[in-house]
């Protein structure tokens, strides 16, 4: 008679079903994920050399764009006519066509906007970031007009320790049972749409999210109410506004796949070994956990996952690989840094010229110096609930009297109103899609950026996880076997008791 369990269809067909349904959903998930990655929010910046520059590659970069590119060509800025609010596009400005150099109505906004779109030798154009910069390399290199036109995509700094980190603990998890690669799989690919989109903070979350996984999920054959404590970290990384929701999805479509797999494993037949094992009724059972390179004197192997293995070698390699169409910046472009919930302009023009990149300060400076310069306004940030006022004189009885009349008043309304104008302008509109400049780091400042906070919590757990794998008990018995695929390996060790 066979010692098999039989199978349960409805068990394993329900499996299937989930982790279709999960790894459908994470495909979805990844081909609308947006490649903002450090730059400008929903934007992504392109640097085209200036000689090689035309009318007709301007209209392509438009179609690419699908009519949303920004430029310094279709930004324009608002400035005081005398009569009315003039609007000119910055290259109309820039070129003199407007306003001189030395017009006072020509504010540092006008003038420090135009760095947005102008870097050294480079024209830079914004295209919408929900394509990957991949998919924007490959449609350039199909279109002739970009034949010999040396294109820039610029790309942060890749995140090597988040990488490094993310792929030990793939390893680590390598030799768990088989049972924990589909939803290493489904890790590796969370994790693969993460480094091309330069989201290296949400490495950090899938591995902590793995090690949870591993923990308390690998190897059972129910569904338990504990499972969703994997997901607890990633709620606090979308609460503290590390990642988006949009990564939390991707962590619950692999939590998903994990029950998959453990419903598949619940309607597959239990091994014969271990079921004859437990009908001996051994009595006196002491658990003791083995090493984790003690475990080839195991009688029940537990074999690497080669797939799985070669997916966390494949995240490794990243750090190595440069795609085509995503490159270092030879030249940074406008960067800044955040201080004291503030965005203050650095100026990092090589050749140490004075410049300055406007941040949304700026922008609403600009509004209030033109809108009040005709009453001998300056290009200060207006305080909330602050007025303009203009003096009257009149002749009453033969008399002069003297009225005051306000005529621009800066409350809560008039801060509503000029931001929602940002959205009608080019370099306000990336202003206003973030709260400061793109951050485009050097080549040699590899560990910034980085959250100690985050690296401190997954540094704890992978040495919690080697504790548990590897506590030092060396095994001298040959009669061992291994009860199930739990955290760890136990050995059952028939004791002696004294009488």
Not at 70 to 88: D, G, L, P, Q
Not at 355 to 364: A, I, K
Not at 435 to 458: A, K, Q, Y
Request: neutral net charge; glycine residues 6%; proline residues 6%.
């Amino acid at each position: 008679m066979s010692n098999l369990r039989s199978r349960n269809p409805l068990f394993s067909a329900a499996g299937i079903i989930l982790v279709l349904l999960s790894f459908s959903g994470l495909f979805v998930v990844s081909s609308h994920w947006s490649y903002e990655g450090n730059f400008w929010k929903a934007w992504y910046p392109v640097l085209i050399p200036s000689q090689s520059m035309n009318a007709q590659r301007e209209e392509s970069l438009m179609n690419l764009g699908s009519g949303l590119l920004i430029s310094e060509a279709t930004s324009t800025v608002e400035y005081n006519s005398y009569n009315h609010f003039k609007r000119v596009s910055l290259k109309d400005l820039r070129n003199g066509d407007e306003l001189y150099p030395s017009d006072p109505r020509y504010d540092p906004y006008m003038k420090g906007v135009q760095n947005y779109f102008n870097q050294g030798i480079y024209k830079i154009f914004y295209l919408p970031s929900s394509q990957s910069p991949l998919k924007y390399s490959w449609q350039f290199s199909q279109s002739e007009k970009w034949n010999g036109v040396g294109l820039l995509f610029p790309d942060a700094e890749f995140p090597v320790v988040e990488v490094l980190l993310f792929s030990l603990t793939l390893i680590l998890l390598c030799w768990k049972s088989p049972g924990f690669l589909i939803s290493g799989l489904a890790l590796f690919l969370s994790g693969f749409q993460s480094v091309m989109a330069c989201e290296s903070q949400f490495l950090l979350i899938l591995a902590v999210t793995a090690l949870f996984i591993s923990f308390l999920t690998d190897g059972k054959s129910s569904f338990k109410l504990y499972w969703i404590l994997p997901l607890l970290p990633a709620c606090m990384a979308v609460y503290g506004d590390v990642i988006d929701l949009q990564e939390l999805m991707m962590v619950v479509f692999i939590l998903t796949s994990t029950m998959g797999s453990c419903f598949i494993n619940q309607g597959i037949s239990l091994d014969r070994t271990r079921k004859s094992i437990v009908r001996k009724g051994v009595d006196h059972v002491l658990f003791e956990p083995v090493s984790l390179l003690d475990r080839k004197d195991v009688a029940m192997k537990q074999r690497i996952s080669p797939l799985l293995l070669a997916a966390a070698l494949a995240v490794m390699v990243q750090v190595l690989v440069s795609w085509p169409g995503m490159t270092y910046l030879p030249v940074p472009i406008p960067s800044a840094q955040a201080s004291g919930g503030q965005w203050d302009a650095l100026e990092l023009n090589p050749d140490g010229a004075l410049s300055t990149y406007p941040d949304t300060e700026d922008f609403l400076r600009h509004k209030a110096f033109q809108e009040s310069f005709m009453y001998g306004g300056s290009y200060l940030l207006p305080r909330p609930g602050s007025t303009i006022t203009l003096e009257d004189f009149a002749v009453q009885e033969g008399r002069i009297t003297e009225t005051s009349r306000t005529v621009l008043e800066f409350d809560s309304s008039w801060f509503e109103t000029r931001l929602a104008h940002m959205m009608e302008s080019g370099p306000a509109l990336l202003l206003r899609s973030e709260d400061g400049p793109p951050i485009v780091l050097s080549r040699d400042s590899i560990l910034t950026g980085i959250r100690p906070p985050l690296l401190l919590v997954l540094a704890v757990l992978i040495v919690i996880y080697v504790l548990i794998q590897s506590p030092g008990i060396h095994p001298i018995h040959r009669n061992r076997i291994v009860r199930g695929y739990g955290k760890s390996i136990f050995v059952l060790r028939r004791k002696q008791q004294a009488a």
